[in-house]
């Protein structure tokens, strides 16, 4: 059984930082491109980046390139995402999703980000 | 930027279809994704790559796709199935895309 579980969220002050893990199981992780997806309070859904499965490769949304990394670590089947100088803009939930054989076909349960003073 | 356009909300009776749309300039040449996402839950995937349905969704679900827009019909919509729904897709330059969302009452 595919499981993904993520940690990190917490409340952080404009213009901080933040790392957000999510620990995969149930699937042979170094295998799949893996990706962060966030939903603001109310809001629809974001994609925010992708990673290759051999790390080769990343993607962000404009609205956080230069501010936030992608990673992962393939011995500790684990992705992560580096978030710098967060805003009240990034406030949502984060989501960890595994990407194939089709776009987002595993979530995890997510982890909640508040940039507030 | 690229958008993929969604009602804001639809309605059906129970039993009834109800379908929902999204159009987007590069659907013609790109798969549509759908999810739904129930209140204070993750979403999941119920279709992929227009028309593909993955193990363990019901069958009255179903997707197609025709020139600019894509559709999840939902066959005989039960009351679980009220929620809101996702469309995703990628621009011509592969960056991802979702829909505005669509929340699906059954009533």
């Known amino acids: 059984e595919v499981q993904l579980l993520e940690s990190g969220g917490g409340l952080v ?10 620990v995969a ?64 803009e990034d406030t949502a939930v984060y989501f960890c999703t595994k990407d194939a054989p089709a776009p987002f076909d595993y979530w995890g349960q997510g982890t909640l980000v508040t940039v507030s003073s | 930027s690229y958008e993929l356009k969604q ?26 994704s759908w999810y739904q996402q129930k209140s204070g839950q993750a979403p999941v995937l119920v279709i992929y790559e227009d028309t ?27 009351l679980e199935d009220e929620a809101d729904y996702y469309c995703y897709s990628t621009d011509s330059n592969n960056k991802s895309v979702f829909g505005g969302g669509t929340r699906l009452t059954v009533l």
């Open chain 1, 13 to 22: 002050q404009p213009g901080g930082s933040l790392r957000l893990s999510c």
């Open chain 1, 25 to 88: 199981s149930g699937f042979t992780f170094h295998n799949y491109a893996m990706s962060w997806v966030r939903q603001a309070p109310g809001k629809g859904l974001e994609w925010v980046s992708a990673v290759s499965g051999d790390s080769a490769s990343t993607y962000y949304a404009d609205s956080v390139k230069g501010r936030f990394t992608i990673s992962r670590d393939n011995s500790k089947n684990t992705l992560y995402l580096q978030m710098n100088s967060l805003t009240a």
């Open chain 2, 7 to 32: 009602p804001p909300s639809v309605s059906v009776s129970p039993g009834q279809t109800a379908r929902i749309t999204c159009s987007g300039d590069a659907l013609p040449k790109k798969y549509a």
């Open chain 2, 52 to 78: 593909k349905r993955p193990s363990g969704i019901p069958e009255r679900f179903s997707g197609s796709s025709s020139g600019t827009v894509a559709t999840l019909s939902i066959s005989g919509a039960q």
